[in-house]
């Protein structure tokens, strides 16, 4: 009988992991050292976060074309980790189809793990204006004899703790790891895991969360009802906040769409691209790394009056089909070849969860007292109102991570 491995991917926020591994060297030598490690680390994750980006865009529009019409919001960085991070236990054709679909051909499988890992130590780094957490899990069946190696390069490189599980009672199992998933996300992320197949022994969850408030926030006295405009051109009445301040905008010509950058505290960023009307499906097909590329580089400082709607949406997905269009196969079937997890089992994974959430409102993310003033120079604000379907990126600036991307068509879900 084939055993099953099942895999989960969830997301509400952002990401965590502990530093580098420690070595037995002098002081001076072992900041050296950790210096060479950091520097390597970040021209990979600069690297990773690139091919990231085009992964994202490509699962996105596999995303839309399934359901046209309706809002969208994963984090790509959440599953290429699990996945880069599943790759250390396949070998063969299955890794082939891994470093494929992920575009990691042609990156070191050394320096590709070096990247995870510095990215997940940097987003780790909160303070009180912003929380990013990321943290991988592995859930083993308590009789399951796995490669120490494997154990060991995910704890290292991907800080992901191996949690002993009773696969054979399947109700608490699941409990234990919704459980755990939602105390990850501050119970942000709930009921994770509807079932587990009988025949699991080993379940892979990776939970990303993310608190933040804007560098310049809204003031919630000038939210008002306006309308959003839905697919058929049908009116929506939502709540609309409205912030006038300096922010990076610029219009693209070749593509038809307004670009808005604006800030959360931090080095985080709001991207939102705003297709002009009847131009949305000329934008999704124009989604590639080196578009977004463009798109920061149009941009200029200008003081703009925003109006954007106060959300609340999630998006849950089983992504095994849409996975398998991009060209992963083999790691869902029994010929597989995963033995570098456990070379006595024959592991295949089950499925391939994902659950979002975003909340958008005046503060942020989090509700936080107070605001700030600025200077503002005397010239006409652009307008830019997002009162119909529009795309966001939430990005990392250090690394160029895209760490969430979304599609708002309607703001009520």
Same mark, same amino acid.
């Given at each position: 009988?084939? =055993?099953? %491995?099942? !895999? &989960?991917?969830?997301?509400?926020? @952002?990401?965590?992991? *502990?530093?580098?591994?420690?070595?037995?060297?002098?002081?001076?030598?072992?900041?050296?050292?950790?210096?060479?490690?950091?520097?390597?680390?970040?021209?990979?994750?600069?690297?990773?976060?690139?091919?990231?980006?085009?992964?994202?865009?490509?699962?996105?529009?596999?995303?839309?074309?399934?359901?046209?019409?309706?809002?969208?919001?994963?984090?790509?960085?959440?599953?290429?980790?699990?996945? =880069?991070? %599943?790759? !250390? &236990?396949?070998?063969?054709?299955? @890794?082939?189809?891994? *470093?494929?679909?992920?575009?990691?051909?042609?990156?070191?499988?050394?320096?590709?793990?070096?990247?995870?890992?510095?990215?997940?130590?940097?987003?780790?780094?909160?303070?009180?204006?912003?929380?990013?957490?990321?943290?991988?899990?592995?859930?083993?069946?308590?009789?399951?004899?796995?490669?120490?190696?494997?154990?060991?390069?995910?704890?290292?490189?991907?800080?992901?703790?191996?949690?002993?599980?009773?696969?054979?009672?399947?109700?608490?199992?699941?409990?234990?790891?919704?459980?755990?998933?939602?105390?990850?996300?501050?119970?942000?992320?709930?009921?994770?895991?509807?079932?587990?197949?009988?025949?699991?022994?080993?379940?892979?969850?990776?939970?990303?969360?993310?608190?933040?408030?804007?560098?310049?926030?809204?003031?919630?006295?000038?939210?008002?009802?306006?309308?959003?405009?839905?697919?058929?051109?049908?009116?929506?009445?939502?709540?609309?906040?409205?912030?006038?301040?300096?922010?990076?905008?610029?219009?693209?010509?070749?593509?038809?769409?307004?670009?808005?950058?604006?800030?959360?505290?931090?080095?985080?960023?709001?991207?939102?691209?705003?297709?002009?009307?009847?131009?949305?499906?000329?934008?999704?097909?124009?989604?590639?790394?080196?578009?977004?590329?463009?798109?920061?580089?149009?941009?200029?400082?200008?003081?703009?009056?925003?109006?954007?709607?106060?959300?609340?949406?999630?998006?849950?997905?089983?992504?095994?089909?849409?996975?398998?269009?991009?060209?992963?196969?083999?790691?869902?079937?029994?010929?597989?070849?995963?033995?570098?997890?456990?070379?006595?089992?024959?592991?295949?994974?089950?499925?391939?969860?994902?659950?979002?959430?975003?909340?958008?409102?005046?503060?942020?993310?989090?509700?936080?007292?107070?605001?700030?003033?600025?200077?503002?120079?005397?010239?006409?604000?652009?307008?830019?109102?997002?009162?119909?379907?529009?795309?966001?990126?939430?990005?990392?600036?250090?690394?160029?991570?895209?760490?969430?991307?979304?599609?708002?068509?309607?703001?009520?879900?």
């Amino acid at each position: 009988m084939n =055993s099953t %491995l099942g !895999l &989960g991917l969830l997301l509400a926020g @952002l990401l965590a992991v *502990k530093g580098f591994p420690q070595h037995h060297l002098s002081p001076n030598s072992h900041v050296a050292v950790n210096q060479a490690q950091a520097w390597k680390g970040r021209r990979a994750a600069q690297e990773l976060a690139r091919r990231n980006t085009d992964f994202g865009f490509q699962l996105f529009k596999k995303l839309a074309a399934k359901s046209p019409g309706r809002n969208i919001f994963f984090s790509p960085l959440s599953i290429s980790t699990a996945f =880069s991070m %599943l790759s !250390l &236990g396949a070998q063969g054709s299955t @890794l082939d189809e891994i *470093k494929q679909a992920f575009n990691f051909f042609e990156l070191p499988d050394k320096d590709r793990h070096e990247g995870f890992h510095y990215l997940i130590q940097r987003l780790n780094q909160g303070d009180q204006d912003i929380k990013l957490n990321l943290s991988n899990v592995l859930f083993i069946e308590e009789r399951l004899q796995i490669q120490r190696k494997f154990l060991a390069n995910v704890k290292n490189l991907y800080n992901a703790d191996p949690v002993p599980t009773d696969f054979r009672n399947l109700e608490a199992a699941q409990k234990q790891i919704n459980d755990y998933v939602s105390r990850k996300t501050h119970g942000n992320v709930n009921n994770l895991i509807k079932n587990i197949d009988p025949g699991t022994v080993m379940l892979l969850v990776n939970s990303i969360f993310f608190l933040g408030r804007w560098q310049h926030e809204f003031d919630p006295k000038v939210t008002k009802e306006e309308d959003f405009m839905l697919d058929g051109n049908k009116p929506l009445k939502v709540p609309m906040m409205f912030r006038g301040g300096m922010s990076k905008v610029g219009h693209d010509d070749q593509h038809s769409c307004t670009v808005l950058e604006m800030p959360y505290k931090g080095n985080i960023t709001a991207i939102f691209i705003l297709p002009d009307k009847d131009k949305l499906e000329r934008v999704e097909e124009a989604m590639v790394a080196d578009v977004l590329d463009s798109w920061k580089k149009i941009v200029t400082r200008r003081v703009v009056d925003v109006s954007v709607p106060r959300f609340s949406i999630t998006g849950t997905y089983n992504l095994k089909d849409i996975l398998s269009h991009l060209g992963i196969s083999k790691i869902f079937e029994e010929n597989g070849d995963l033995t570098r997890i456990s070379p006595h089992r024959s592991l295949k994974v089950g499925e391939v969860f994902h659950k979002a959430k975003l909340k958008m409102d005046e503060k942020g993310t989090e509700a936080a007292a107070g605001t700030a003033a600025e200077t503002l120079p005397m010239e006409k604000p652009v307008e830019v109102k997002l009162n119909r379907t529009f795309l966001m990126i939430i990005q990392e600036e250090n690394t160029d991570s895209m760490l969430f991307l979304a599609k708002i068509a309607n703001p009520n879900g």
